[in-house]
């Protein structure tokens, strides 16, 4: 990784679904994927002051003097050193991110494998409808099926079919048209108002569901006041209203 990336300057950057990757002016490009906890921070040499931080691009510049940068650094898998002085850091404390080499990302079998980028290349509710038709699973396991739904995680798909109102035990091959035009609006929908603010949950709406899915708590209710359930569905923990999802 050292040899192939040191001296080369970032011309570029791309994703898909999770995966994300630097451009150089030659290659190979180094593609990444966060995993659990991994994140990207950006370090700003001209930031002097202590807790000062700026937003570039989604990323967080920290200053040179941000002890709780410095504390996570500790937890880097890669530093690069770029032109004055900027660092770029891949932190992963969980150890589940990965980082690989390619001549071409979207050659690459990772990338190939992924199905549609609700940024990038969604289908038409139509087309959506007919990949569903072949899915004879729960609905919430099929949403976080990456061979399908590129980049859609596990609250994610809760918030999906919250906005949807749809049951997360539906068989994604029984959804009606209305259910799945339901569904496709609130795929881009969600997905595109958490890229808009950068993922800051604090500026998601306060009616989405995001906001009392954790931790299982005793009687957690939406801002409406609706009862939240915590269940196992596809594998996966699960927030969801009965009732409202139906």
Not at 100 to 126: C, M, Q, S
Not at 179 to 191: E, G, M, N, P, W
Not at 218 to 223: E, H, I, V
Not at 232 to 241: D, L
Request: hydrophobic content about 40%.
């Amino acid at each position: 990784m050292r040899r192939a990336l040191k001296g080369r300057r970032v011309t570029g950057t791309g994703r898909k679904g999770k995966y994300f990757w630097l451009e150089l002016d030659q290659k190979p490009w180094p593609i990444f994927h966060l995993g659990m906890s991994g994140n990207i921070a950006l370090l700003d040499p001209s930031a002097r002051t202590r807790g000062h931080e700026k937003v570039w691009g989604g990323a967080k510049l920290w200053s040179e003097g941000d002890k709780d940068l410095r504390e996570r650094l500790w937890f880097a898998r890669l530093i690069l050193k770029c032109d004055k002085g900027f660092e770029f850091a891949f932190l992963d404390p969980r150890r589940f991110g990965r980082m690989w080499l390619t001549e071409d990302p979207w050659e690459h079998p990772r990338i190939k494998a992924l199905g549609f980028d609700p940024l990038i290349d969604f289908p038409t509710a139509k087309v959506l409808g007919e990949k569903l038709a072949r899915r004879k699973k729960a609905i919430k396991a099929v949403l976080l099926d990456q061979t399908l739904f590129a980049g859609v995680g596990n609250w994610l798909a809760d918030e999906i079919l919250f906005q949807a109102r749809l049951s997360p035990h539906h068989l994604a091959s029984r959804l009606t048209p209305k259910q799945i035009t339901a569904l496709h609006r609130a795929v881009l929908k969600v997905v595109k108002k958490a890229v808009a603010v950068n993922a800051d949950y604090e500026r998601f709406p306060k009616t989405w569901l995001f906001h009392e899915r954790w931790g299982k708590k005793k009687n957690a209710r939406t801002s409406k006041g609706l009862l939240i359930r915590h269940e196992e569905v596809g594998g996966r923990t699960t927030a969801w209203v009965p009732g409202w999802q139906v």
